[in-house]
């Protein structure tokens, strides 16, 4: 079974193995010796965050708010986790003095997230390099799959259904959001439930998380954490993370390379 995964691997867990940063050449076996692999996904999956700025942006402009957010701002922004949440960060950083109340903020999510969904089902964001590839690889040696992230199910749904078909959650074991937890990211709480319904031990697992508070929250589940640098958070500080990567297509060309002779 996946869950006695580490038996068979001389009974050391990958936190044990990657104690310290893990060069580059060993990903692949820090993936291959996971008994569940748990995707963040804004950013991780898919470069999703430029449609929801881009849907944020469209909202504002429904509701008559003369807000706009460009790169810079919203750079910031996704340091507070949840689009709610960057919505009364914003209006408080503007100080405005008739605010939004709570139900204008969730009418206003509403129509950004209907617009997202509208934007991903163009098809105009694919997955990440390296992403089908390694969801495919997993299920063929029998690793569990795990979704821990901030965004909605709707959110997940629109974009995973759209790469990967209608019934792309069969293949997943947990899937939690970000309101099926008190405290969203970098708080452990979406790792801690993920575990809890996987009924795995932290150190068997590996968060696969693209910013500095996706790797924090990771970490403060004790979940081992592979990096995959994203267009928002390229520069965050992931010096906590087992392994950085540019995008996951990097795994494939390890284990390409192990495979070719050694030059005589």
Not at 24 to 44: C, H, K, M, N, W
Not at 180 to 196: G, I, N, Q, S
Not at 206 to 230: C, F, H, K, Q
Request: glycine letters at 6%; hydrophobic letters at 45%; proline letters at 3%.
């Amino acid at each position: 079974m996946v869950a006695r995964h580490r038996d068979v691997m001389g009974g050391a867990s990958i936190m044990q193995a990657g104690a310290a940063t893990i060069a580059r050449s060993g990903a692949a076996e820090l993936i291959r010796r996971a008994a569940a692999l748990i995707f963040d996904v804004d950013g991780t999956l898919a470069e999703t965050e430029e449609l929801h700025r881009q849907a944020f942006n469209e909202a504002f402009i429904r509701h008559g708010l003369d807000w706009h957010w460009d790169r810079a701002i919203y750079r910031e922004l996704l340091r507070v986790t949840g689009g709610k949440e960057r919505i009364r960060a914003y209006q408080d950083r503007l100080r405005i003095d008739l605010p939004l109340s709570d139900a204008d903020v969730a009418a206003l999510h509403r129509v950004k997230t209907a617009r997202y969904t509208e934007l991903i089902e163009t098809g105009c964001c694919s997955l990440r390099p390296g992403v089908t590839d390694l969801l495919m690889a997993a299920k063929a040696r029998g690793q569990r799959l795990a979704i821990a992230t901030t965004t909605s199910h709707g959110n997940i749904d629109a974009l995973l259904a759209r790469a990967l078909g209608s019934h792309w959650a069969a293949d997943f074991d947990a899937i939690v959001a970000g309101d099926d937890v008190r405290h969203k990211k970098p708080a452990p709480d979406v790792y801690l439930e993920v575990l809890a319904r996987l009924k795995l031990d932290a150190p068997d697992c590996i968060a696969i998380e693209d910013s500095a508070n996706g790797l924090i929250a990771a970490s403060g589940a004790n979940i081992p954490v592979l990096i995959t640098r994203s267009m928002f958070f390229r520069d965050d500080d992931f010096s906590g993370a087992q392994v950085v990567l540019n995008d996951l297509s990097e795994l494939a060309l390890e284990t390409k390379s192990e495979k070719q002779p050694h030059a005589q």
